[in-house]
């Protein structure tokens, strides 16, 4: 099946803002999601977003969904080295099981 | 108990051996899903069940076999071991209502096939 797409690697500097960038496949998901890792742990889910919805602010997340690309990003404001992680997008395609992202790999310096 | 247990945490498994992956969840989920997550290929899933007594192939079943006897478990058997199967297993649950899959992920499985 076609492929949710992420790049693999983002480094930033402590304080600047990061965005994650994927692509997705299926127009009729339903809502689409953000999971973060942490080294050595499983994946908590960051944030979604409804697929009526264009923008959703929580705190320093801002995803921003454009549905005519099947495009979706995550923007951290003031990005903090506790911020290091692998991001994954995830749609829900067809109600069966989610499909992940390759995860892309955030690197926070100081 | 407090979301997803996966038991072992870590196995060394010599090849050809037989090995059964716990996952245990107390929050009464529906659904509850096997990945597989390897470097440079994300997560894939394998198995998953969307409601006790059903079960259903992902994108990577062969080798492997699953169960939902009850609500709460889902167990993932690998019959005979091979090395490609070194990977770290992941467990997930979720409500399994309609449009929302938020999953409750446990903090997987190290298996390494030697």
């Known amino acids: 099946g076609e492929d949710v797409e992420q790049s693999l690697f983002l480094s930033v500097r402590e304080g600047d803002s990061s965005v994650i960038n994927c692509t997705y496949t299926d127009s009729s998901s339903t809502y689409l999601y953000w999971y973060k890792q942490e080294p050595g742990a499983g994946l908590q889910l960051l944030t979604y977003?409804?697929?009526?919805?264009d923008m959703k602010q929580d705190q320093r997340l801002t995803v921003l969904l454009n549905k005519k690309d099947k495009h979706l990003s995550l923007r951290i404001a003031d990005t903090q080295t506790g911020d290091s992680a692998i991001y994954f997008c995830?749609?829900?395609?067809?109600?069966?099981?989610?499909?992940f992202g390759k995860g892309t790999t955030l690197s926070v310096s100081s | 108990i407090a979301g997803i247990t996966q038991a072992p945490t870590s196995q060394i498994l010599a090849a050809g051996r037989r090995m059964t992956l716990r996952c245990t969840q107390d929050m009464r989920h529906n659904a509850m899903y096997w990945y597989r997550q390897d470097l440079g290929l994300g997560l894939r899933l394998i198995h998953y069940s969307n409601t006790a007594g059903t079960t259903g192939k992902g994108e990577v079943p062969d080798g492997y076999s699953v169960s939902r006897a009850n609500t709460d478990d889902f167990p993932l058997t690998l019959a005979s071991a091979v090395p490609s199967q070194t990977s770290v297993y992941f467990c997930?649950?979720?409500?399994?209502?309609?449009?929302?899959?938020?999953?409750?992920f446990g903090s997987g499985t190290r298996l390494t096939v030697v």
């Open positions: 977003i409804f697929s009526n919805m």
């Open positions: 995830a749609e829900n395609q067809a109600g069966t099981a989610l499909i």
């Open positions: 997930a649950s979720s409500p399994g209502d309609r449009g929302w899959s938020g999953y409750t």
